[in-house]
């Protein structure tokens, strides 16, 4: 008789809890949600990446970082701040149109 009570007495809260507690259950697939974060920090990344590389290369094609004092050399300290396009988009936009040229 008292097995009865007591799967009486713990349906009764049992009815009583809350569904669902936070963290308990989630209905959020995480594993999506984590590749989408890294797949967006990856491109950030590489976007940032291709910029100062196409800033370079269009700053050496160029010309704007040759050395004052020995003309056939490049000023390295010059290439690392160049500004050689306005915008990093425009850096980004024409490494991507022209990729194989």
Not at 5 to 31: A, D
Not at 37 to 49: D, E, M, S, T
Request: glycine letters at 4%; aromatic letters at 10%.
């Amino acid at each position: 008789m008292s097995e009865d009570k007591e799967k009486n007495l713990m349906s009764m809260y049992r009815e009583t809890r809350p569904r669902e507690f936070f963290g308990e259950k989630s209905s959020t697939n995480h594993l999506a949600w984590s590749l989408l974060v890294i797949l967006l920090a990856l491109v950030f990344w590489l976007g940032v990446a291709l910029s100062a590389a196409e800033n370079q290369r269009y700053a050496l094609q160029t010309r704007a970082c040759q050395d004052r004092v020995f003309p056939a050399e490049i000023d390295t300290s010059c290439l690392k701040q160049v500004k050689s396009r306005d915008h990093w988009w425009q850096h980004v936009g024409h490494a991507l149109v022209h990729l194989g040229a």
